[in-house]
């Protein structure tokens, strides 16, 4: 058994244990400790908000930096203990703004594709809708070891989500599960990959997926934009209407417009809300930025 599965499992079953005033207690203290020792993680985490708030000064960029490393424990203590929910619990703590435009878009027998960050809590999220009648697609990097991303998958799938792992078919199967009026739900703020589409982020060029703006492209399922946030009662999702596909230009032409929209849209929730963004690893590819081979 590897240590990050033993860290993790045991971590799954200790804040299942105690009570959850305790539990979000401990992550936020592991959150300051972390955040104290300055990791690599970190000092990403914080570079990542200078490029959106270059306004930043001490106290308030340290400030926003311990709220998001908080965030993040926040994350992942909801994470271990999500399985113990009712769906009242799931329900009543979730705030949507503009459901009608997810709703509508499915009623419309297309299927609908969402493109989210890595913000609040998606899964979170996702068992909100699956809970309220539009069950979730999705798909997962595959993990080391793999034990833990077999965990991860379980308890996805225990929260009714269906969760595909990303490969070269995955891209068919979602197009199929649309074709089936289903909800795809894609995390796509960053892919450093030459498939990453370029868009400028801030002013400074960075890659996001290609796959919302293709499968939106090939299905003709509308593409919407979500953010998740955390707040005092839970969590928010705000939806804003599907990004329309461009009438001239090529496939490609297409798919960077469509990204560079939804790249646009990000920032202005970031500006707002930059302390649920758990970036911490690199999405800008300037500097000193090396292409993978």
């Keep these: 058994m590897s240590f990050t599965y033993l860290a993790y499992f045991s971590a799954w079953k200790f804040l299942g244990l105690i009570s959850?005033?305790?539990?979000?207690?401990?992550?936020?203290?592991?959150?300051?400790?972390?955040?104290?020792r300055n990791p690599v993680a970190v000092q990403r985490l914080r570079s990542n908000y200078l490029r959106v708030r270059p306004d930043l000064v001490e106290p308030e960029l340290e400030a926003t930096v311990k709220a998001g490393m908080r965030s993040y424990l926040r994350y992942w203590c909801?994470?271990?203990?999500?399985?113990?929910?009712s769906s009242e619990d799931i329900v009543g703590s979730t705030t949507v703004i503009n459901d009608h435009l997810l709703r509508d878009a499915l009623a419309a027998g297309k299927g609908a594709i969402v493109s989210l960050p890595h913000a609040g809590n998606w899964d979170r999220a996702g068992a909100y809708y699956c809970?309220?009648?539009?069950?979730?697609?999705?798909?997962?990097?595959?993990?080391?070891?793999?034990?833990?991303?077999?965990?991860?998958?379980?308890?996805?799938e225990s929260l009714g989500m269906e969760v595909l792992d990303a490969s070269a078919r995955s891209l068919a199967l979602l197009s199929q599960r649309l074709r089936q009026g289903r909800l795809i739900a894609l995390v796509a703020d960053r892919d450093l990959s030459r498939n990453g589409v370029d868009v400028t982020f801030?002013?400074?060029?960075?890659?996001?997926?290609?796959?919302?703006a293709v499968l939106s492209i090939k299905t003709g399922?509308?593409?919407?934009?979500?953010?998740?946030?955390?707040?005092?009662?839970?969590?928010?999702?705000?939806?804003?209407?599907?990004i329309q596909i461009p009438k001239g230009g090529s496939t490609q032409e297409k798919v960077a417009s469509m990204i560079q929209e939804s790249a646009t849209r990000l920032e202005g929730h970031l500006i707002n809300h930059l302390s649920d963004w758990h970036m911490l690893q690199r999405i800008w590819v300037d500097g000193d930025f090396k292409e993978r081979d």
Aim: hydrophobic content about 45%; glycine content about 4%; proline content about 10%.
């Design 20 to 36: 959850e005033r305790r539990a979000y207690a401990l992550m936020d203290w592991i959150a300051d400790q972390i955040t104290r």
């Design 78 to 85: 909801d994470t271990f203990r999500l399985p113990l929910w």
């Design 131 to 156: 809970e309220t009648g539009a069950p979730v697609v999705t798909v997962a990097e595959h993990l080391e070891p793999e034990r833990l991303f077999k965990k991860f998958l379980a308890y996805r």
């Design 202 to 212: 801030f002013g400074h060029p960075a890659r996001m997926p290609a796959g919302p």
């Design 221 to 242: 399922a509308p593409l919407l934009t979500a953010f998740v946030r955390y707040i005092d009662t839970g969590i928010e999702i705000y939806f804003e209407p599907a």
